[in-house]
């Protein structure tokens, strides 16, 4: 198979993160005889840097080009207070918004041997294997109008019914390919726009009988994912409330750097990034986590490339890697080796390396 990747990497932690998953990438074609065609672009604080423009349009048109879009992460204390337009995270939701990438799937499962590495107690967070869908390109993020001066400030919530359908569907055809449950998450007792999702979930149920559907508030869920995550499979909800719950739900795995996402529209495109950010503190120490971004290449070869085999591979060597004891400082105890960024890197390279060998 012969692909065209573009490759954002991004800030603070961004491109070492996206470095480890090329080379992941790389090592599977390799290995599976596909060839990845990569052309690196400038996304975020980097490209406002760059050309005073956290999305040029050079950038735009090397993702409309190709196939997928990997990306790291944007963002920084340096351009903090920039105005709202050159802000490296206008980067980011232009990007989603240009592409219509409407559905970012967010899966949370929990590492059996990382597990020690949470702070929820191991049968909680054991057998957790849940995933977020979380609406992409509405609601309050891009709502109009929006005005800040010193005195006040708006933002505006709002979503059509379509907007609503498109990923209620979605979320109800994941469910349907999993254990057949789906919790919607909203503000009902609150909120209009919760009032219109809650709405459209019941009209839909009857078109999907295979799926239990349940509606839950967004508080009591940011506190049922705590204690008792295991009871979720499919969750949906609208763009802030995933934005927030995600994070949470990564406490669960052990570290926000395990958790990749897929953000997609319904076709083969999409745009494969980790949940975290741009880990500013971190950055340049060799410090980072690269398995989110790892396996978000995964996602990408699983939901835009059809090769479940490689993204299986990635998944185990992964696993693998974990399994043998080998983390970077956020998953680390006290008594364990801390690798970095480019050392736990190479352990998943010569776990698939090795899965090659040994055939
Ligand atoms: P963050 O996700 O960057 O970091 C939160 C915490 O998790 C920090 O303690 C960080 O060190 C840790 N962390 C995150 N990823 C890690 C990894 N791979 N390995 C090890 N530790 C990891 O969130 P933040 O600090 O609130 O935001 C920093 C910047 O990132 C902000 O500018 C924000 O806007 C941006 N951001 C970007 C994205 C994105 O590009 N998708 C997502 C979230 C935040
Ligand atoms: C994420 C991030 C972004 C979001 C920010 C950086 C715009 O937090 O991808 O989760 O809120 O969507
Ligand atoms: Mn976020």
Known sequence: MEKKITVLPGDGIGPEVVASAVKVLQVIGK???????????????????????????????????????LLGAVGGPKWDNNPPELRPEKGLLKIRKHFDLFANLRPVKAFPSLL?????????????????????????????????????????????????????????????LRRGKLCSVDKANVLDTSRLWREIVEEKKFQYPDVEVEHNLVDSVAMKLITNPGQYDVVVTENMFGDILSDEASVITGSLGVLPSASIRGDQFGLYEPVHGSAPEIAGQGAANPAATI?????????????????????????AVFEDGYYTADLARHHDRVLTTDEWTDKVLNEIDASFVSD
Do not use: W
């Open 31 to 69: 290995r599976y005889n596909h060839t990845f065609h990569l052309g690196y672009a400038a996304i975020g604080g980097a490209a406002i840097d760059q050309f005073n423009n956290p999305l040029p349009d050079e950038t735009i048109a090397m993702c409309e080009e190709s196939d997928a879009v």
């Open 116 to 176: 020690a590495s949470s702070p929820l107690k191991r049968e909680v967070a054991e057998n957790v294997d849940l995933m977020i869908v979380r609406e992409l390109t509405g609601g309050i993020y891009f709502g109009e109008p929006r005005k800040k001066t010193n005195e006040a400030a708006v933002d505006t919530c709002v979503y059509s019914r379509r907007e609503i359908e498109r990923i209620v569907e979605n979320a109800f055809e994941l469910a349907r």
């Open 295 to 319: 396996l978000s290449v995964a996602m990408m070869l699983q939901y835009s490339f059809g090769l479940k085999e490689e993204a299986a591979e990635i998944e185990r060597a992964v696993n």
